[in-house]
Antibody
Framework: QVRLVESGGGVVQPGRSLRLSCAAS????????MHWVRQAPGKGLEWVAF????????FYAASVRGRFTISRDRSKKNFFLQMLSLRAEDTAIYFC????????????WGQGTTVTVSS | QSALTQPPSASGSPGQSVTISCTGS?????????VSWYQHLPGKVPKLVIY???KRAAGVPDRFSASKSGTTASLTVAGLRPEDEADYYC??????????FGGGTKLTV
């Protein structure tokens, strides 16, 4: 069964860091890319970051560039979002979404993990 | 780069058709055929409905169709059913190597 499972969310103070994980299972061994998308309370969906299928390129929304880093491990089935210098406006549900191509569509999504930035 | 522009709300009666627009620019919708639509119910996981402008995702009924003209993409839901009630988001790849979401449209049936 094709599945993405996020973890690592929690409550964190402004300025601190958090690392989110997204574990992929049930896929073929063909390489795929991964997006992170978030939804702040009462707001719409916002794209955060993308790592290319070959893992060599990463791209970021302006709102997180320089603070967030997307990566994957050697197995290519675990993806991460390292978040530094967190701000109140980073409070959101964070979803990972699988992309079989380069900046194409996300046909599979995880259930989301909640990040709350508050003092 | 600004979010794509969608109407905040749309509505229709069961059996009717409704079209949701998504307006961008020459740098995103006008540049790319990587335009997608997602259905999102509050508290649920977003679901891919349309990809590459017009292609229906697996399992999506043919009541859902989409198109693009210039810098505007459109999603049409025909034969509205109560279970179509959800938030709908368009997305487009942009020439600055980012993905842009629309603000979302709440569809009421």
């Amino acid at each position: 069964q094709v599945r993405l499972v996020e973890s690592g969310g929690g409550v964190v103070q402004p300025g601190r860091s958090l690392r989110l994980s997204c574990a992929a299972s049930g896929f073929s061994y063909r390489d795929f890319g991964m997006h992170w998308v978030r939804q702040a309370p009462g707001k719409g969906l916002e794209w955060v970051a993308f790592i290319s299928p070959d893992g060599t390129k990463s791209f970021y929304a302006a709102s997180v560039r320089g603070r967030f880093t997307i990566s994957r491990d050697r197995s290519k089935k675990n993806f991460f979002l390292q978040m530094l210098s967190l701000r109140a406006e980073d409070t959101a549900i964070y979803f990972c979404g699988k992309d079989d191509s380069f900046f194409n569509a996300m046909a599979v999504w995880g259930q989301g993990t909640t990040v709350t930035v508050s003092s | 780069q600004s979010a794509l522009t969608q109407p905040p709300s749309a509505s229709g009666s069961p059996g009717q058709s409704v079209t949701i627009s998504c307006t961008g620019s020459r740098s995103d919708i006008g540049y790319s055929n990587q335009v997608s639509w997602y259905q999102h119910l509050p508290g649920k996981v977003p679901k891919l409905v349309i990809y590459e402008v017009t292609k229906r995702a697996a399992g999506v009924p043919d009541r859902f169709s989409a198109s693009k003209s210039g810098t505007t993409a459109s999603l049409t839901v025909a034969g509205l059913r109560p279970e179509d009630e959800a938030d709908y988001y368009c997305t487009s790849y942009a020439d600055t190597n980012i993905l842009i979401f629309g603000g979302g449209t709440k569809l009421t049936v």
